[in-house]
Nanobody, 128 residues
Framework: QVQLVESGGGSVQAGGSLRLSCAVS?????????EGWFRQAPGQEREWVAA????????YYADSVKGRVTISRDNAKNTLYLQMSTLKPEDTAMYYC????????????????????WGQGTQVTVSS
């Protein structure tokens, strides 16, 4: 089981930037798998943001954030990042780091399996 610890959230004004980090550890860290980010705002459904395959390095983005976020991974540090720019108030949410076996993206959504690992989340608040 992979352990995930997010950091980097905070409060920012609209138009600003933030970089979220996710420290990845555990017995599966070295194997090829999929890592990514989801978010959930109060009263709303969980929304997938971005994902990357750790082996091939493929990157996938939700249409709602495409062009404004970049997902990346530092393999030496076993850390996943989400660089967000041109933030909007609607980006306000709890952001969760997720690890799963594969990046199964169907109809623009990452289909996370029931055995996926989730972090505790980091809060991002964007004020207008």
């Amino acid at each position: 089981q992979v352990q995930l610890v997010e950091s980097g959230g905070g409060s920012v004004q609209a138009g600003g930037s933030l970089r979220l980090s996710c420290a990845v550890s555990g017995p599966s860290t070295g194997s090829n798998h999929c890592e990514g980010w989801f978010r959930q705002a109060p009263g709303q459904e969980r929304e997938w943001v971005a994902a990357t395959s750790t082996g091939a390095g493929n990157r996938y983005y939700a249409d709602s954030v495409k062009g404004r976020v970049t997902i990346s991974r530092d393999n030496a540090k076993n850390t996943l990042y989400l660089q967000m720019s041109t933030l909007k108030p609607e980006d306000t949410a709890m952001y969760y780091c997720v690890a799963d076996r594969e990046c199964t993206v169907i109809a623009g959504k990452w289909m996370v399996g029931s055995t996926a690992s989730w972090g505790q989340g980091t809060q991002v608040t964007v004020s207008s």
